[in-house]
């Protein structure tokens, strides 16, 4: 039976052990007296996964733009031929022209630091929160970190801002009320056991009402560093996001060191970004723990060509113009309600997800279709993801490439006849 040649084939594809599982499960089927003999090796080429790895690519129609769930901010094809590129040997830690070890990462330092001139330097570690336990434990670690008690924030799946710096040695001096926070309040609580002053934008939620914060330009002069977590990556000001932070503005306005993601409004791979003063980021840099948070091959190639490259689709998603939206959405309402579908291009709004922009809405459509047939796309090749409004089934366009409208309207002709009502 791996005779076969189509199962030769996808054992050099996919492995050995995968392509003798599906056949094992069509023998099995064979035992029962669903299949027929000569049927096993058709039902085994046909229960191959695609991949090797489980991971399968998705069409997100939820109109989420960074969605957590999916994977965040998808890769430019830019990104994608950088990672591929670097998957064998690379000279990511070797001078090939001296031929001697190099600094790691520092192509990507290079693009980080033309992206953001006020950085003096930049560093790249796993994510956003490894960037925050970094800093802490290099520049805080049995010492105190100065946070207003209205940053204290919960940043998802249980994980805690307050927890995380604890973690790294370094204890929490508090100030402030949950909705108001001055300067006096910050500068009262600085002293000799100060590591640094710590601002953390609270990208998932808001507070409105009898509020008060205080800038980070506000901070400078309290003699002690200032921290900023901007959370979501903006490199520099988005028009469409005015209550964004970004990193240069941050650190325009005094901040010492800025941490954001690289996977999120920045649109490349999961990553931790440390932006700012020189001696900072060097004592980061240096600290034992940054070897075990440090990136690999593949996010310093994705996250440099993302930089480096041309518009990431994060970024096309966001600047996408509604009426070209509400064009496609009709264009694919029309194809499917003459295939004799239950379809209807509806207004919608997108959201950006990820912690990022709490409460912007983005003008946007999307094709209206019976909540039955959820399940059946999400099941589908490729799956189809939207989101439920009124019991009916929304696919908002924003969060998927113009290019892709074809497949989605061959998937929702292929799982219309298994929807039930």
């Known amino acids: 039976m791996l005779a076969d040649p189509r199962l030769v084939a996808a054992a050099g594809r ?14 099995s089927r ?24 489980s991971l399968r690519p998705v069409l997100n129609m939820t109109g989420v733009l960074v969605h957590t769930n999916l994977g965040r901010a998808p890769l430019s094809p830019a990104a994608v031929e950088a990672a591929v590129a670097a998957a064998g040997y690379t000279d990511v830690e070797f001078d090939l022209e ?3 070890r190099a600094r790691r990462g520092r192509g990507v330092v290079c693009a980080l630091t033309r992206a953001v001139p006020a950085a003096g330097d930049a560093h790249v570690v796993n994510n956003n929160a490894a960037a925050l336990v970094l ?38 001096r508090e100030v402030g009320t949950t909705n108001r926070t001055s300067r006096t309040d910050y500068a009262a609580a600085v002293g000799p056991r100060t590591g640094f002053v710590l601002k953390v934008h609270p990208s998932n939620f808001r507070i409105e009402g009898f509020t008060g914060s205080v800038g980070v330009a506000a901070l ?31 650190l325009a306005a005094g901040a010492d060191l800025v941490t954001a993601s690289g996977d ?91 912690g ?40 908002d366009v924003r969060t998927v490439p113009a290019e892709r409208d074809g497949d989605v309207l061959r998937a929702v002709l292929r799982a219309a006849p298994w929807a039930a009502g």
């Open 264 to 354: 999120k409004l920045l649109g490349g791979p999961q990553a931790g970004l440390l932006l700012g003063r020189r001696d900072l980021v060097e004592r980061c840099r240096r600290h034992p723990l940054a070897r075990a948070l440090r990136v690999d091959k593949l996010t310093l190639a994705a996250l440099e060509a993302t930089l480096r490259g041309p518009e990431c689709p994060l970024h096309r998603a966001l600047r996408a113009d509604p009426v070209a939206l509400r064009e496609r959405a009709e264009a694919l309402a029309r194809e499917l309600a003459a295939a004799g579908a239950d379809a209807r291009a509806v207004p919608a709004e997108a959201t950006v997800g990820g």
């Open 98 to 100: 001296a031929g001697v």
């Open 135 to 172: 800093a802490a434990t290099a520049l805080a670690a049995g010492r105190e970190i100065v946070i207003s008690r209205g940053e204290l924030v919960e940043i998802g799946d249980g994980f805690r801002i307050p927890d995380l710096l604890v973690s790294t040695g370094a204890s929490l």
């Open 356 to 395: 990022g922009a709490p409460g912007t809405r983005l003008p946007s459509a999307a094709v209206s279709l019976p909540g039955a047939l959820a399940a059946p796309l999400r099941m589908g090749d490729p799956p189809v993801v939207g989101r439920i409004e009124g019991g009916r089934l929304l696919l």
């Open 220 to 250: 400078t002069g309290l003699g002690v560093p200032v921290v900023a977590d901007i959370g979501s990556g903006l490199l520099a000001r988005e028009p469409l996001l005015p209550g964004e932070p970004d990193a240069a503005t941050t």
């Open 14 to 27: 996919l492995g050995r052990a995968t392509v003798k599982e599906a056949v094992a499960r069509a023998q």
């Open 30 to 53: 064979v035992r029962e007296g669903v299949l027929g003999p000569e049927e096993v090796a058709d039902a085994a080429v046909a229960a191959l996964p695609p991949y090797a790895a």
